[in-house]
Protein backbone atom coordinates (compact mmCIF):
# COMPACT_ATOMS: atom_id res chain seq x y z
CA UNK A 1 0.00 0.00 0.00
CA UNK A 2 3.05 2.54 0.68
CA UNK A 3 4.14 1.99 -2.59
CA UNK A 4 0.73 3.35 -4.05
CA UNK A 5 0.25 6.49 -6.01
CA UNK A 6 -2.90 8.11 -5.86
CA UNK A 7 -4.33 11.29 -7.97
CA UNK A 8 -7.19 13.76 -7.03
CA UNK A 9 -9.61 13.99 -9.59
CA UNK A 10 -12.63 16.76 -9.35
CA UNK A 11 -15.14 16.25 -11.55
CA UNK A 12 -18.18 19.05 -12.21
CA UNK A 13 -21.34 17.27 -11.55
CA UNK A 14 -24.91 18.16 -13.35
CA UNK A 15 -27.56 15.69 -12.52
CA UNK A 16 -30.98 17.60 -13.52
CA UNK A 17 -33.47 15.26 -12.26
CA UNK A 18 -31.43 16.33 -8.76
CA UNK A 19 -30.04 19.93 -8.80
CA UNK A 20 -30.60 22.82 -10.44
CA UNK A 21 -27.07 24.02 -10.31
CA UNK A 22 -23.69 22.17 -11.22
CA UNK A 23 -21.86 20.90 -8.04
CA UNK A 24 -18.53 19.57 -7.78
CA UNK A 25 -17.05 16.13 -6.84
CA UNK A 26 -14.08 15.25 -6.03
CA UNK A 27 -12.21 11.01 -6.60
CA UNK A 28 -9.53 9.78 -5.59
CA UNK A 29 -7.81 7.14 -8.17
CA UNK A 30 -4.72 5.04 -8.38
CA UNK A 31 -1.81 7.23 -10.78
CA UNK A 32 -0.62 5.27 -13.66
CA UNK A 33 2.15 7.08 -15.20
CA UNK A 34 1.25 5.99 -18.74
CA UNK A 35 -2.82 7.03 -18.19
CA UNK A 36 -4.72 9.47 -20.00
CA UNK A 37 -7.47 11.79 -18.31
CA UNK A 38 -9.87 9.53 -19.95
CA UNK A 39 -8.06 6.66 -18.37
CA UNK A 40 -9.06 7.97 -14.98
CA UNK A 41 -12.30 8.98 -15.44
CA UNK A 42 -13.15 5.43 -16.85
CA UNK A 43 -11.39 3.89 -14.30
CA UNK A 44 -13.96 6.18 -12.02
CA UNK A 45 -17.31 4.90 -13.89
CA UNK A 46 -16.13 0.98 -13.77
CA UNK A 47 -14.94 1.14 -10.04
CA UNK A 48 -16.06 4.07 -8.19
CA UNK A 49 -19.12 5.87 -9.29
CA UNK A 50 -20.92 4.08 -12.77
CA UNK A 51 -23.35 7.61 -12.28
CA UNK A 52 -20.67 9.78 -13.92
CA UNK A 53 -21.37 10.24 -17.99
CA UNK A 54 -19.25 11.52 -20.23
CA UNK A 55 -18.55 10.85 -23.94
CA UNK A 56 -15.71 9.27 -25.23
CA UNK A 57 -15.18 6.99 -28.54
CA UNK A 58 -11.70 6.06 -30.38
CA UNK A 59 -9.58 7.22 -27.22
CA UNK A 60 -7.17 7.84 -30.10
CA UNK A 61 -7.53 11.69 -30.76
CA UNK A 62 -9.92 10.88 -33.83
CA UNK A 63 -13.29 10.76 -33.03
CA UNK A 64 -13.17 13.93 -31.11
CA UNK A 65 -15.97 13.03 -28.23
CA UNK A 66 -14.13 13.31 -25.89
CA UNK A 67 -13.15 16.78 -25.33
CA UNK A 68 -13.71 18.78 -21.95
CA UNK A 69 -11.63 21.65 -19.92
CA UNK A 70 -8.66 20.06 -18.40
CA UNK A 71 -7.62 22.52 -15.59
CA UNK A 72 -9.70 25.27 -17.37
CA UNK A 73 -8.01 24.41 -20.77
CA UNK A 74 -9.99 22.48 -23.83
CA UNK A 75 -8.38 19.07 -24.11
CA UNK A 76 -8.52 15.98 -25.62
CA UNK A 77 -8.87 13.81 -22.29
CA UNK A 78 -7.49 11.25 -24.48
CA UNK A 79 -4.45 12.86 -25.23
CA UNK A 80 -3.76 15.02 -21.71
CA UNK A 81 -1.57 12.98 -20.06
CA UNK A 82 -1.81 12.58 -16.30
CA UNK A 83 1.60 12.87 -15.36
CA UNK A 84 1.84 16.31 -16.75
CA UNK A 85 -1.25 17.18 -13.58
CA UNK A 86 1.00 15.16 -10.62
CA UNK A 87 0.63 15.42 -7.83
CA UNK A 88 -1.58 18.17 -8.33
CA UNK A 89 -5.41 17.80 -8.47
CA UNK A 90 -7.17 17.63 -11.41
CA UNK A 91 -10.10 19.08 -12.20
CA UNK A 92 -12.68 18.52 -14.91
CA UNK A 93 -15.91 20.25 -16.54
CA UNK A 94 -17.47 20.01 -19.68
CA UNK A 95 -16.95 22.59 -22.30
CA UNK A 96 -17.61 25.85 -21.65
CA UNK A 97 -19.55 27.88 -23.96
CA UNK A 98 -21.95 25.05 -24.41
CA UNK A 99 -25.51 24.38 -22.67
CA UNK A 100 -24.64 21.17 -20.06
CA UNK A 101 -26.99 18.14 -20.68
CA UNK A 102 -25.17 16.60 -17.89
CA UNK A 103 -22.05 15.89 -16.07
CA UNK A 104 -19.62 16.53 -18.61
CA UNK A 105 -21.98 15.91 -21.58
CA UNK A 106 -22.58 19.09 -23.53
CA UNK A 107 -25.48 19.75 -26.31
CA UNK A 108 -23.93 20.20 -29.25
CA UNK A 109 -27.15 21.21 -31.23
CA UNK A 110 -25.53 24.55 -32.31
CA UNK A 111 -22.19 23.52 -33.94
CA UNK A 112 -24.05 21.14 -35.96
CA UNK A 113 -26.32 23.30 -36.93
CA UNK A 114 -23.60 25.87 -37.79
CA UNK A 115 -21.32 23.37 -39.50
CA UNK A 116 -24.20 22.02 -41.71
CA UNK A 117 -25.18 25.66 -43.00
CA UNK A 118 -21.61 25.63 -44.41
CA UNK A 119 -22.25 22.83 -46.36
CA UNK A 120 -18.93 20.84 -45.57
CA UNK A 121 -19.30 18.90 -48.97
CA UNK A 122 -18.22 18.71 -52.36
CA UNK A 123 -21.43 21.05 -54.13
CA UNK A 124 -20.98 20.20 -58.17
CA UNK A 125 -23.12 22.34 -60.93
CA UNK A 126 -23.21 19.42 -62.54
CA UNK A 127 -22.06 15.77 -61.95
CA UNK A 128 -20.10 13.80 -64.80
CA UNK A 129 -21.34 10.52 -65.73
CA UNK A 130 -19.26 8.11 -63.13
CA UNK A 131 -17.62 6.68 -66.81
CA UNK A 132 -15.79 9.52 -66.92
CA UNK A 133 -13.69 8.40 -64.18
CA UNK A 134 -12.32 10.24 -61.05
CA UNK A 135 -12.30 14.20 -60.32
CA UNK A 136 -8.26 13.93 -60.53
CA UNK A 137 -6.18 16.16 -58.36
CA UNK A 138 -2.61 17.78 -58.90
CA UNK A 139 -0.41 17.23 -55.17
CA UNK A 140 -0.03 21.14 -54.93
CA UNK A 141 -4.16 20.93 -55.14
CA UNK A 142 -4.12 18.17 -52.52
CA UNK A 143 -1.89 20.36 -50.54
CA UNK A 144 -3.95 23.97 -50.38
CA UNK A 145 -6.36 22.67 -48.63
CA UNK A 146 -5.30 19.25 -46.69
CA UNK A 147 -4.40 20.96 -43.34
CA UNK A 148 -7.74 22.40 -42.83
CA UNK A 149 -9.09 18.94 -43.67
CA UNK A 150 -7.76 17.40 -40.56
CA UNK A 151 -10.70 18.72 -38.33
CA UNK A 152 -12.37 15.91 -36.32
CA UNK A 153 -14.94 18.19 -35.05
CA UNK A 154 -14.23 18.51 -31.28
CA UNK A 155 -15.38 21.47 -30.87
CA UNK A 156 -12.21 22.28 -28.66
CA UNK A 157 -11.53 25.71 -30.58
CA UNK A 158 -15.09 27.18 -29.50
CA UNK A 159 -14.62 26.56 -25.89
CA UNK A 160 -11.14 28.76 -26.39
CA UNK A 161 -13.33 31.35 -28.47
CA UNK A 162 -13.73 34.78 -26.75
CA UNK A 163 -15.86 35.47 -29.62
CA UNK A 164 -18.37 32.47 -29.14
CA UNK A 165 -18.78 32.92 -25.62
CA UNK A 166 -20.05 36.11 -25.88
CA UNK A 167 -21.71 36.26 -29.45
CA UNK A 168 -23.30 32.61 -30.02
CA UNK A 169 -24.67 33.92 -33.60
CA UNK A 170 -20.95 33.95 -34.56
CA UNK A 171 -20.53 30.27 -36.93
CA UNK A 172 -17.01 29.86 -35.48
CA UNK A 173 -13.79 28.53 -36.02
CA UNK A 174 -14.12 25.22 -36.82
CA UNK A 175 -17.52 25.67 -39.05
CA UNK A 176 -15.60 28.35 -41.03
CA UNK A 177 -12.43 26.30 -41.37
CA UNK A 178 -14.67 23.15 -42.92
CA UNK A 179 -16.03 25.97 -45.61
CA UNK A 180 -12.79 27.30 -46.54
CA UNK A 181 -11.42 23.95 -47.02
CA UNK A 182 -14.30 22.90 -49.72
CA UNK A 183 -13.92 26.23 -50.90
CA UNK A 184 -10.29 25.50 -51.80
CA UNK A 185 -10.37 22.61 -52.74
CA UNK A 186 -9.85 21.82 -57.35
CA UNK A 187 -13.30 19.80 -57.45
CA UNK A 188 -16.26 21.79 -55.71
CA UNK A 189 -18.15 25.15 -57.10
CA UNK A 190 -20.16 25.73 -54.14
CA UNK A 191 -18.16 28.38 -52.87
CA UNK A 192 -21.01 30.79 -53.76
CA UNK A 193 -23.65 28.71 -51.76
CA UNK A 194 -21.42 28.46 -48.69
CA UNK A 195 -20.54 32.73 -48.83
CA UNK A 196 -23.78 34.27 -47.85
CA UNK A 197 -22.90 32.05 -44.40
CA UNK A 198 -19.25 32.43 -44.16
CA UNK A 199 -19.30 36.08 -45.24
CA UNK A 200 -21.95 37.62 -43.06
CA UNK A 201 -21.76 39.55 -40.31
CA UNK A 202 -21.68 36.44 -38.14
CA UNK A 203 -19.21 34.76 -40.26
CA UNK A 204 -15.63 35.78 -40.51
CA UNK A 205 -16.09 39.34 -39.84
CA UNK A 206 -17.14 38.57 -36.38
CA UNK A 207 -13.24 37.09 -35.41
CA UNK A 208 -11.09 39.30 -34.24
CA UNK A 209 -8.26 37.17 -34.31
CA UNK A 210 -7.40 36.44 -30.81
CA UNK A 211 -5.81 32.66 -32.52
CA UNK A 212 -7.23 30.68 -29.22
CA UNK A 213 -8.89 28.50 -31.76
CA UNK A 214 -5.57 27.77 -33.00
CA UNK A 215 -3.49 27.10 -30.03
CA UNK A 216 -5.92 24.58 -28.87
CA UNK A 217 -6.42 22.65 -31.89
CA UNK A 218 -4.89 18.97 -31.48
CA UNK A 219 -4.69 18.83 -35.27
CA UNK A 220 -3.30 21.59 -36.18
CA UNK A 221 -5.73 22.36 -38.61
CA UNK A 222 -5.30 26.89 -37.35
CA UNK A 223 -9.01 27.65 -37.74
CA UNK A 224 -7.96 31.42 -37.33
CA UNK A 225 -5.80 31.09 -40.51
CA UNK A 226 -8.48 29.84 -42.17
CA UNK A 227 -10.72 32.85 -41.20
CA UNK A 228 -7.89 35.45 -42.30
CA UNK A 229 -7.35 33.55 -46.01
CA UNK A 230 -11.20 33.14 -45.98
CA UNK A 231 -11.46 37.44 -44.98
CA UNK A 232 -8.75 38.32 -48.05
CA UNK A 233 -10.50 35.80 -50.97
CA UNK A 234 -13.62 37.14 -50.02
CA UNK A 235 -12.15 40.96 -49.92
CA UNK A 236 -10.12 40.57 -53.18
CA UNK A 237 -13.27 39.45 -55.04
CA UNK A 238 -15.33 42.24 -53.98
CA UNK A 239 -13.04 44.31 -55.10
CA UNK A 240 -12.73 42.48 -58.49
CA UNK A 241 -16.30 42.53 -59.10
CA UNK A 242 -16.84 46.04 -58.35
CA UNK A 243 -13.37 47.10 -61.13
CA UNK A 244 -14.68 44.16 -63.23
CA UNK A 245 -18.06 43.30 -62.98
CA UNK A 246 -18.34 41.34 -66.48
CA UNK A 247 -15.67 39.08 -65.59
CA UNK A 248 -16.78 38.14 -62.14
CA UNK A 249 -18.79 34.62 -63.03
CA UNK A 250 -17.11 32.81 -60.57
Known amino acids: MSDLRTIKITVLRYRPEEEDEPTEQTYEVEFRDDWVVLDALNHIKDHIDGT ?31 RDYYPNEVRVEPLVN ?17 LKAVKPWIIREEEKPVSEGEYLQTPDQLKDYKQFSQCINCMLCYAACPVYGLEHDFVGPAAIALGHRYNLDSRDEGNQQRQHIIASKEGIWECTYVGECSVVCPKHVDPAEAIQQTKVATTTNRLKSLVMPWGNKK
Not at 52 to 77: A, H, Q, Y
Open 52 to 82: LSFRWSCRMGVCGSCGMMVNGEPKLTCAAML
Open 98 to 114: FPIVRDLVTDMTDFMDK
